[in-house]
């Protein structure tokens, strides 16, 4: 099965403890730091378009896309629900077929970790690149080393809610830093019957010299903050990449 074809249905239930007020902020603060106030945003792994709606309501102008139909729909429902008026698009980040340019390219909460492969991150650097304007800010968090081997590790978590639950299976490879995990799911259906849904999903733990590394040719990097916007220390689960358009040969 598909990752996150079925856990759109539950996500925003299981996120419901995430800050995403506090990461929104943390956005426009870096925005404000760099003294951008960008005209579009596209926004990349946007899921069910958390952030996309928050920006939105603060007056930004942001296009969500993700590589899965079933979180853009949860998505689009949700802002149709608000009457807020954005475009969500199917679009896989290593392979951007999204053509027109943008001020800032941002891409919140572990889509990037989803980049398994370093030629396919650097693709995705560079579809990035070609969309953005002279100066503009590719904004994106990890989840970091630390996080996805001391904290999600080798472990199982499991919860029960009303008509759900979950077990979340997962295995980390320190030589690789690849996570895999299988997230079994069990929804309460009208029978009142549990119906099982397993997904399995990838993750890599980038190092903070690898990203570097992959962006360094086409983007001048700003900063790397901590979720608190302070340098990050050993310990942080998350961590924040800014980095701005270099020009190219015509200065663009
Ligand atoms: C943990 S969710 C985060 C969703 C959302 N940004 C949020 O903050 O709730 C990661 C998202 O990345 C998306 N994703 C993974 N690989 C992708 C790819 N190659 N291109 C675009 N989106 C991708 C997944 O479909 C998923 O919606």
Redesign the pocket.
């Known amino acids: 099965m598909e ?2 074809s079925t856990f ?1 249905e539950i ?1 925003d239930y299981l ?1 419901d403890t ?1 800050d ?1 007020d506090l ?1 929104t902020e943390n956005i426009i603060k870096i925005y404000n730091k760099y003294e951008i106030s960008p005209r579009k945003i596209l ?9 996309t709606t928050r920006l939105y309501k603060k007056g930004f102008s942001i296009i969500g ?4 139909r079933e ?1 853009l729909k949860v998505a689009n429902d949700k802002a149709l629900e608000e009457n807020l008026r954005i475009r969500f698009l199917l ?5 951007l077929t999204f053509n027109k340019k943008v001020d800032s390219v941002i ?5 990037i970790n ?2 398994t492969d370093i030629e ?1 991150l650097k693709k ?1 650097v560079n579809n990035v690149y070609e969309i953005l304007n002279y100066n503009g800010l590719f904004l994106f968090d990890i989840s970091t080393l630390y996080k996805l081997k001391n904290v999600i590790g080798n472990n199982i978590f499991h919860e029960n809610f009303e008509d759900f639950s979950y077990v979340w299976d997962n295995e980390f490879n320190i030589e690789t830093r690849i996570l895999k995990f299988e997230l079994t799911l069990f929804l309460l259906d009208e029978d009142n019957t549990y119906e099982r849904f397993i997904e399995n999903h990838v993750q890599r733990a980038h190092t903070v010299e690898e990203i570097i590394s992959v962006l360094d040719e086409k983007f001048e990097i700003l900063d790397i903050l901590n979720e608190s916007l302070n340098k990050p220390e050993e310990n942080d689960e998350r961590i924040y990449f800014v980095a701005r358009k270099k020009g190219d040969n015509n200065g663009k």
């Open positions: 990752q996150y759109s996500y996120m995430k995403y990461w926004e990349l792994g946007c899921g069910t378009g958390n952030i896309t993700d590589i899965s979180m679009q896989d980040m290593t392979n891409s919140i909460c572990d889509g989803y980049i396919k995705t």
